[in-house]
């Protein structure tokens, strides 16, 4: 057999979450009261909240944390409150997943485990305080344990059910996203910092630490150090074209066409976003690709590239927001109609000429990924003509009111 044919093999294909519960349940109940079910108990919560069945799994995690406090298993306890507040916090209970976190604690404290493992519970908490949006408890409580922990030994004890290295990185990451939120630049950088530093020591890739250099080119912008933060966009972007993620290339040079704009360099930004645009395509991902078509007419109308073809893009993203149905498109309309009002060459006149001009940027299949997008106005040109229409509204008087 060879490897292609053994890569199709039923036995080579990959169960999915619903597929393995039945036998997952089986095993559960075969096992209920042993240290052995405990742990067959919380796999089979696992794979029914990846199956889409959070309340079943829920109910199953509060029966085995309970059950693990009874036989004095407070390592199968933690495991299970950890399962259980991650649940609750992505289902909107963020009250009840904080007292879960809470429990935690005590079953740290009863399990006799290490100040690292205390630390990634509080990580924990920190996590789901920032999707409740209390930035400023998140920040606090970073700020306080980032002094508490330099000097740990970076050592993976028996008493510890964690990585340290993990832990530290996870909860600079919560206090250095909380200070963006809270557009504290200063502290954003200084957190990053460290982030960068811990990597490096542990000897993280050369892409993991470009991937946390990214992290600093928005507050380099906010402190108006377009040259640092330009600098330091390009070295990431060395890095990222070794790799060849498309995503990332896509996110990079994006990023790049953002700040070259800000500082007037209009020709490199419409080559950055160019390339961008490329990139969005490998995966025809609707959102991305229509995002930077809006980008890079902005970026046209800059430039004497001519406002037919900047005219095309700002479409193109209207058309992809339109069939959709994406709530980005009313300000793709307003855009849409002021570009109209000062491109002296109007809009291309059928949806072959859109797919034309736009395609002449290298790796844009437009037409492809219209054709892949739900048809909420029929194919085309009256899809063109639809969005036009929309993005010249007719007060009752008879005239268009101002863009």
Not at 158 to 185: D, F, I, K
Not at 279 to 296: E, I, Q, V, W
Not at 315 to 337: H, K, M, S
């Amino acid at each position: 057999m060879s490897e292609r044919d053994k890569d199709k093999s039923p036995a080579a294909r990959t169960e999915s979450p619903a597929e393995s519960l039945p036998r997952l349940q089986q095993l559960a109940e075969a096992t209920e009261g042993t240290e052995e079910g405990l742990l067959n108990a919380g796999v089979f919560a696992r794979a029914l909240r990846a199956a889409g069945r959070p309340a079943e799994a829920a109910a199953i995690l509060q029966k085995v944390e309970q059950q693990a406090v009874d036989l004095g298993q407070y390592r199968l306890a933690l495991a299970a409150t950890g399962d259980l507040a991650n649940l609750l916090w992505r289902a909107g209970y963020v009250e009840e997943a904080l007292a879960t976190v809470d429990r935690g604690k005590g079953h740290i404290r009863n399990a006799e485990l290490g100040q690292w493992t205390l630390l990634a519970n509080e990580v924990q908490r920190l996590q789901i305080l920032s999707a409740a949006a209390r930035h400023e408890e998140v920040l606090a409580g970073a700020q306080a344990w980032r002094d508490q922990m330099n000097g740990w030994p970076e050592t993976h004890g028996e008493n510890e059910t964690v990585v340290p290295w993990s832990v530290r990185e996870a909860l600079l990451s919560a206090g250095a996203m909380a200070a963006l939120r809270l557009g504290q630049w200063h502290e954003v950088l200084s957190l990053n910092e460290d982030i960068i530093q811990a990597k490096v020591s542990r000897g993280a890739t050369a892409l993991e630490v470009a991937r946390a250099r990214y992290n600093d080119h928005d507050s380099l912008l906010q402190l108006n150090r377009y040259d640092e933060a330009l600098s330091r966009l390009y070295e990431c972007l060395a890095v990222f074209e070794l790799s060849g993620d498309s995503d990332e290339l896509g996110l990079i040079h994006g990023a790049i066409a953002d700040l070259e704009d800000d500082i007037e360099h209009f020709e490199e930004a419409v080559r950055h976003e160019s390339a961008a645009l490329g990139f969005m395509y490998s995966d025809l991902h609707p959102k991305g690709c229509a995002a930077s078509h809006f980008n890079l007419a902005s970026y046209l109308f800059r430039t004497n590239a001519g406002d037919r073809v900047a005219m095309a893009h700002r479409l193109a993203g209207a058309l992809i927001f339109y069939q959709t149905n994406d709530g980005d498109l009313p300000n793709n309309l307003i855009a849409v109609r002021r570009d109209l009002a000062r491109a002296p060459s109007g809009p291309p006149a059928t949806f072959d000429e859109l797919c034309r001009l736009v395609e002449q940027t290298e790796g844009v299949r437009f037409r492809e990924l219209f054709s892949r997008l739900p048809q909420r106005a029929a194919p085309g040109d009256e899809a063109l003509r639809t969005v036009l229409e929309m993005a010249h509204p007719v007060e009752p008087d008879g005239e268009t009111p101002e863009p």
